[in-house]
């Protein structure tokens, strides 16, 4: 079946560093979703990406959709310490469910 | 206020025990789902419905009930034949498809098996 694969599982960066998380696809995506899970919470979306190339800028996150749209980066610029958390990936795996990716655990160092 | 409801939000059971977990929404939202969180993983797809009265497996629904008798309500049981259940559960909602649409998530139920 569809497989998202989503690297590194863990990040420790110093605040102020930047981080990236990538995320693959086995097959191509119609789009892909960006979540953000806080530390004992519950996943948030963050956007989608549905073109081919397409970059989206939130503020300090900057999320690409690859040109053959099966893989997807998330990149944070100067990374502050409310950034904690895990960054899930998803892809409709068909047009009735999401298949998220493992994540990638965020520690923001003082 | 609009948004999805999961309750309890840690539940306890006896090993040899069904547990029931709730999940409502008054987002008027056609598609419901059910996700399984352990430690180090991503999500995992348990059911999902898109209509009332019809509810199609997900990857992991072994050892798992649901029902959609209601648009608003989408309960899980966790059955005596699910070997491992302990883990985060959530809940989520979505317009037509989570595939089109942003999903909305529940604040979870921690199930511990004890």
């Known amino acids: 079946g569809q497989q998202v694969m989503q690297i590194p599982q863990y990040q420790h960066v110093q605040e102020g560093e930047d981080f990236t998380t990538y995320c693959n696809s086995s097959?191509?995506?119609?789009?892909i979703q960006w979540y953000k899970q806080r530390p004992g919470g519950h996943p948030v979306f963050l956007i989608q990406?549905?073109?081919?190339?397409e970059v989206k800028k939130q503020k300090r996150l900057t999320f690409q959709f690859g040109e053959a749209k099966k893989n997807s980066s998330l990149h944070i610029t100067a990374t502050q310490t409310t950034d904690v958390g895990t960054y899930f990936c998803?892809?409709?795996?068909?047009?009735?469910?999401?298949?998220f990716g493992s994540g990638t655990q965020l520690t923001v160092l003082p | 206020d609009g948004g999805i409801t999961q309750s309890p939000k840690y539940l306890f059971r006896k090993e040899g025990q069904n547990v029931t977990l709730s999940c409502e929404q008054n987002?008027?939202?056609?598609?419901m789902y059910w996700y399984r969180q352990d430690p180090g993983q991503g999500l995992r797809l348990i059911y999902y419905?898109?209509?009332?009265?019809?509810?199609q497996k997900g990857d992991i629904a072994e050892g798992y009930s649901v029902s959609r008798e209601k648009k608003e309500s989408f309960p899980l049981t966790v059955t005596s034949a699910q070997k491992n259940p302990t883990a985060f559960y959530l809940c989520?909602?979505?317009?037509?498809?989570?595939?089109?649409?942003?999903?909305?998530f529940g604040q979870g139920t921690r199930l511990t098996v004890v």
């Open positions: 989520a909602s979505s317009t037509v498809t989570a595939s089109d649409t942003e999903a909305f």
């Open positions: 097959t191509t995506l119609s789009n």
């Open positions: 990406l549905v073109k081919s190339g």
């Open positions: 998803a892809g409709p795996v068909s047009a009735r469910q999401l298949t």
């Open positions: 987002l008027n939202h056609d598609a």
């Open positions: 419905s898109q209509i009332v009265n019809d509810f």
